[in-house]
Nanobody
């Protein structure tokens, strides 16, 4: 069993930056692909970014490409999401997720069903 805990959310002005962290306990994350999703009020959970177990492949939603960067430190059992040039439309609860098996492709990593474990989420609010 893997427990995931997100941190780093908060209130920031448009154009600002935040770095989210997702720390794992219970098992090492080194063999899991990891993803970040977000959910705004009244909307479905949507894919933001993902990274393969090795860190060799990364995937981004078009809406965040060039502004967000996903990375991982397997020695610290932690995954990060660096968010720059934040916009009000980035406001949402951000969730990290871990996928135990399967091949990471743009098709698989964007699907919530592919992931086995989820964190509780951290709120990100971007003011205009």
């Amino acid at each position: 069993q893997v427990q995931l805990g997100e941190s780093g959310g908060g209130l920031v002005q448009a154009g600002g930056s935040l770095r989210l962290s997702c720390a794992a306990s219970g098992r090492t994350l080194s063999s899991y692909a990891m993803g970040w999703f977000r959910q705004a009020p009244g909307k479905e959970r949507e894919f933001v970014a993902a990274i393969s177990w090795s860190g060799g492949s990364t995937y981004y939603a078009n809406s965040v490409k060039g502004r967000f960067t996903i990375s991982r430190d397997n020695a610290k059992n932690t995954v990060y999401l660096q968010m720059n040039s934040l916009k009000p439309e980035d406001t949402a609860v951000y969730y990290c997720a871990a996928a135990r098996t399967g091949v990471d492709t743009m098709l698989t990593v964007t699907s919530t069903a592919w992931y086995d474990y989820w964190g509780q989420g951290t709120q990100v609010t971007v003011s205009s």
